[in-house]
């Protein structure tokens, strides 16, 4: 948390610097925010993970060292669990990654919506278009929300296939 924390100073600094006729000419400020809180909560999550690189290769050997102690040779059919759960890994990681790309792409519809609209509140309360209004945001939002429990449950079967596989060897 204190890394995403700093990230988010630090690149909000950056951009208070940065004259408003640079950004508005490759993207919006809602497109700019979507980035930077989207790129900082990946590189905090991916701080988090970074011992799972050491971390993980060494739990298998290990499982399967204790393994043909326990079972001899056998623990051969534990190594080709591990291997054929790998291919799988990398579908589920794939349609996450899909989803995530989609949903980056409603997500920053859906804060253009919500910028369009608080800049023209006043001709929208004028003319009393808030409930058509509030009914495009709910429907790009219904549809983000889609796309995040999709990769949600993507993500759980990750998690399932990686904190099963030692038990199951």
């Known amino acids: 948390m204190c890394v995403r924390g ?7 600094g950056k951009l208070l610097r940065v004259h408003s006729s640079a950004l508005s000419e490759s993207m919006t400020s809602g497109q700019v925010v979507n980035l930077v809180g989207t790129d900082c909560q990946k590189v905090s999550e991916n701080c988090q993970y970074l011992h799972q690189l050491w971390a993980l290769p060494l739990q298998i050997a290990v499982a399967l060292f204790l393994l043909y102690q326990q079972v001899g040779f056998a623990f051969i059919g534990g190594l080709v ?3 054929l759960l790998v291919p799988l890994n990398q579908l589920l990681a794939s349609k996450i990654s899909k989803q995530v790309e989609e949903n980056l792409k409603q997500r920053d519809s859906r804060v253009k919506l919500m910028g369009e609209a608080l800049s023209a509140i006043r001709v929208i309360k004028f003319h009393a278009w808030e409930k ?8 790009v939002r ?20 990686w904190a099963t596989t030692p038990l199951i060897m």
């Open 142 to 161: 219904t549809k983000e929300m889609r796309t995040v429990k999709v990769i949600k449950y993507l993500d759980a079967w990750c998690v399932y296939f």
């Open 81 to 83: 669990f591990t291997i």
């Open 132 to 139: 058509w209004f509030s009914e495009r945001v709910g429907a």
């Open 6 to 12: 700093a990230l988010v100073d630090t690149v909000y």
